[in-house]
């Protein structure tokens, strides 16, 4: 910049002092110094500083750009198992055995175990059924963790035999083949006894005749089948009527898959549901048992939840 003004003083001095003689020498003032065309800043400064101003260049500081914080991803929060809603009824896997049934404000907790903690996510039962005595059935430090005055526990004699008197003031024991009716203060509830037991010989040790049940409840004009405990027992064989059933199927405790696909294709329910089917051996097949169901009767829609 500096240089282009230099420049122009010259030009300008050069035209001025030719215009008024041409043949008077043009004077380079004695403290300029011309080299090689570049003049030396230094010394212009002080000739141009009495006559011209200038404006250096403002230069504002730039504000550090802050980066954006980056929120580190929130864990999962743990929620409750998958869930599946027909007939606006609401069926929630637990685990293995345990599961939880709610409609129109009614909660049924089926076979509670694992404390209370497991149940964080549900409100506190009107219904607990228990099937059996083992310990996949009956834990009595989950129920006193989650029983209220108002809860109505339902389960066979056996599983009387194991309760604190506290636990049994609100106990209703129930038999296979009968039904009743269970009520709180605001709502009731039809349940019906079925035989739950092994047929095979080197399996009765497991669950003999007349010790637990299962259940057949009546929700919503709806019947729905929990099997507890079993083989594929006469009085599985010949249910009626059946909307939705939750089937077991583990060795060497209950039955095989192919027990349990034989028994669904004798009393067709509308949903079968495979619940209880890890044994001593891992997991049952459960894509087989769907594909012998839907092999012989396609309209038997077989539902798959996550238990484990």
């Known amino acids: 910049m500096k240089f282009k003004i230099f420049v122009i003083l010259i030009v300008t001095t050069v035209f001025l002092g030719c215009k008024k003689d041409t043949k008077e020498p043009v004077v380079v003032p004695e403290n300029i110094i011309v080299k090689d065309s570049v003049p030396l800043l230094k010394d212009i400064d002080s000739i141009i500083e009495d006559s ?15 980066k954006k914080s980056v929120a580190k991803p929130k864990k999962a929060v743990p929620t409750s198992k998958n869930s599946y ?3 606006d009824i609401k069926f929630t896997p637990i685990e293995h055995a345990t599961l939880v049934i709610e409609f129109n404000n009614t ?3 089926v076979d509670p175990v694992g ?6 996510n549900f409100k506190s039962p009107n219904f607990i ?17 989650i029983n209220t005055p108002n809860t109505q526990i339902i389960g066979p004699k056996a599983v009387k035999a194991k309760l604190s008197a506290d636990l049994l ?27 739950m037991y092994n047929i095979r010989p080197e399996a009765k040790k497991y669950h003999p005749q007349s010790r637990g049940v299962g259940y057949i409840l009546s929700l919503n004009n709806k019947r729905i089948y929990i099997s507890g405990d079993t083989e594929d027992t006469f009085e599985m064989r010949h249910l009626k ?16 898959v192919e027990s349990a696909a034989s028994a669904v294709l004798d009393f067709k329910p509308k949903q079968v549901f495979p619940y209880h089917y890890k044994g001593t051996g891992g997991f049952s ?18 539902v798959q939840l996550d238990w484990y």
């Open 241 to 256: 009527n059946i909307d939705m059933a939750f089937v077991c199927m583990n060795l060497p405790y209950t039955m095989s």
């Open 52 to 66: 011209i101003i200038i404006e250096e260049p403002v230069i504002i500081p730039t504000k550090p750009v802050k």
């Open 169 to 195: 003031k609100n106990y209703n024991t129930i038999f296979s083949g009968i039904s009743r009716g269970f009520s709180t203060s605001k709502m009731s509830l039809d349940v019906e006894g079925v035989a």
């Open 129 to 145: 059924l228990i099937t059996d005595i083992h310990g996949d059935h009956l834990d009595t430090e989950t129920l006193e963790a």
């Open 285 to 302: 097949d459960v894509k087989k048992f769907k594909a012998l169901v839907n092999r012989s009767n396609k309209s038997i829609e077989v």
């Open 115 to 120: 404390g209370k903690e497991a149940f964080k």
């Open 107 to 109: 909660i049924i907790y």
């Open 85 to 87: 809603t027909k007939n």
